[in-house]
């Protein structure tokens, strides 16, 4: 019995989607078999938890201080004990992940749009785009990483507004220089001269062509990016430079806690296991989203 011509799809559809569902099957056998990407998306999926349940686990007001029991061991009352202000170290801990988790991936943002962008322009028109934006690439590379966020945090003004301005202008660099020699290459290719020679824009060129086979790297490194954002909040933190008392952040809790490391370890050393847990778990998701997302 032949389909009725008002429900019959168009030509090439049925095609499209059995192209697709084969070639959806390599990736998630891929993404199936990475033991890095599932190990890191464990643990980074168990730190994220605990950060989002932290007000309904957390059994005290992160702020509240309670002077008369400070610098209080691990007990039934204070599962890590209270800090030299009596405030809760689980209640901070879980916190202080809410907010440095959330500043990195959210201060990512804006340097992996701008340069994924700016790569792709750069790359596929070349010429004096290309020149000009290369050379900024090489004046904000020329300057060593953390010195360059510390100097700009330390003008701009401290606190999560100073972060997001200083990462805003130096992060995208790395972004578009990724993009910018994958699209050196995919532009040379001969389907794209062919989109060319069929009268296709080259807005409609980048977004439906260019840009799907480029943005792949940005990805994989957008994962470790938030590792050295994440890393250098709490480096500013510890600093004083980053998020502002009385707020809980990993990187300050380490700082108060470490006067008190010989008798009270556990105040800086909890919150700097979390940075490493936090660090290998992104780490691994991304060598996991590396495996899959590349081509064989």
Partial sequence: MSTPAAIRPPAGIGEDLEGLEVRSHPLLRKALRSRPLWTGG????????LALLAPLIARYDPLRQDLLHGLEGPSA???LGTD??????????LYAARLDLATGFVVVLIP?????????????YRGWLDTIISRCIDVVMAFPYY????????????????IFIAFALTDWVTYART????????????WVAAARGGGLSDRRILVRHVLPNTITQAIVYMMSDIVYVILAV??????GLGIQAPQPDWGSMIFDGQIFLT??????????LCVVFTGIGLSLLGDGLADTLRPE
């Fill in 42 to 49: 464990i643990i980074v999926g168990i730190i994220v938890l």
């Fill in 77 to 79: 009352r204070h599962w």
């Fill in 84 to 93: 030299q202000l009596g405030r809760d170290i689980w209640a901070r801990l």
């Fill in 112 to 124: 992996f749009t701008f340069g994924t962008i700016v790569g792709t322009l750069a790359g596929y």
């Fill in 147 to 162: 010195v360059l966020i510390i100097t700009l945090v330390f003008v701009v003004g401290k606190g999560i507004r100073g």
């Fill in 179 to 190: 993009v910018r020699s994958t699209t050196l290459v995919v532009g040379k290719l001969d």
């Fill in 234 to 239: 709490v480096t500013l933190g510890y600093l």
């Fill in 263 to 272: 008798t009270r370890w556990w105040l800086s050393t909890i919150p700097g």
